[in-house]
């Protein structure tokens, strides 16, 4: 099963744009894939999903951070990225990537990263 890593800055000033990457940190990127995606746990809350993107490159976003949000792909690097501008401090969270790796028409496996956590403060 494939294993995913999330990476980003860890501490970002409010008002600045956060960039979180996700690769596979071993394993191999499964051929048939559905989609790879977002999501967050802020502190004392639940998960969150933000948004996901499938193969072909389009992509859905949640609605609580529509239109701040943005993620894109590099297909050929095997890895997935978030760009969220504008952060405040609401933002501070621990960031998830997930991907949904499919087997069959029946079938699928979802394979998530640690996570990495992210703080917007002065």
């Known amino acids: 099963q494939v294993q995913l890593q999330e990476s980003g800055p860890g501490l970002v000033k409010p008002s600045q744009t956060l960039s979180l990457a996700c690769g596979v940190s071993?394993?191999?990127?499964?051929?048939?894939?559905?989609?790879w995606g977002w999501i967050r746990q802020a502190p004392g809350k639940g998960l969150e999903w933000i948004g996901f993107?499938?193969?072909?490159?389009?992509?859905a976003y949640g609605p609580s951070l529509k239109g701040r949000a943005a993620i894109s792909k590099d297909s050929s690097a095997n890895q997935l990225f978030l760009h969220l501008n504008s952060v405040t401090p609401e933002v501070t969270a621990k960031y998830y990537c997930?991907?949904?790796?499919?087997?069959?028409?029946?079938?699928?496996?979802?394979?998530w990263g640690q996570g990495t956590q992210v703080t917007v403060s002065s």
């Open positions: 071993s394993g191999s990127m499964p051929i048939r894939w559905a989609s």
């Open positions: 993107i499938n193969p072909e490159g389009g992509a």
């Open positions: 997930k991907l949904r790796s499919v087997q069959s028409t029946i079938e699928w496996t979802d394979s």
